[in-house]
């Protein structure tokens, strides 16, 4: 069945940087895109970009832009998202979703069980 | 940005009850909009795709219905275990957007 896996939880000092993974199975990596979808505690979802293991592109939310990097590694099916300069508003669970259209524009399914990030001064 | 205002933001309904959230985009999406459901905890599920479309495994007490700015997300006789927020996805256009979430509770 298709599954993503995420990496386990990490704690950072503000103005770090975090890199959370997602390892994929059961479906031909290369051929759907990943999207990365964060939740505040207690909040609602907030999408922040969406990349093409097939040929790297990427779109990530204006919000994100310069701050955020998305990458994949087609040997491992693994993608993973980088987010810099954290500060306290950056604690979130942060999903990968698979995108099921792969040409950005789609649903999300399934989801990675979820990576919380916790920043701290 | 396409926003995406879901109401109720909160609910309470009792099992067996039919229930109905409506998810209001700001401007037209065709049929590009999907539902998902989050329980505690966990990851959100899939449950509706392209506005209708009930995804494989999701029983079929939920339905989904609409086109252009206004959808609904129906589950006509309530399980308890379908107490949960549920979410509303537009794909219609960068950047991809959610709405607030619908919670859930038992009365």
Known sequence: QVQLVQSGGELRKTGASVKVSCKASGYTFTTSGMNWVRQ???????????????????????????RVTMTTDTSTNTAYMELRSLTSDDTAVYFCA???????????????????VTVSS | AIQLTQSPSSLSASVGDRVTITC??????STALAWYQQKPGKPPV???????????????????????TDFTL??????????????CQ????????FGQGTRLEIK
């Open chain 2, 46 to 68: 899939l449950l509706i795709y392209v506005a209708s479309s009930l995804q494989s495994g999701v029983p079929s007490r939920f339905s989904g219905s609409g086109s252009g």
């Open chain 1, 98 to 116: 698979r995108d099921v259209t792969g040409d950005f524009l789609g649903w999300f399914d399934p989801w990675g069980q979820g990576t919380l």
């Open chain 1, 40 to 66: 505040a505690p207690g909040q609602g979802l907030e999408w922040m970009g969406w990349i093409s293991p097939y040929n790297g592109k990427t779109k990530s939310a204006q919000k994100f832009e310069g």
């Open chain 2, 24 to 29: 209001r985009a700001s401007q037209g999406i």
């Open chain 2, 90 to 97: 537009q794909f219609n256009s960068y950047p991809l957007t």
């Open chain 2, 74 to 87: 129906t589950i006509s006789s309530l399980q308890p275990e379908d107490f949960a927020t549920y979410y």
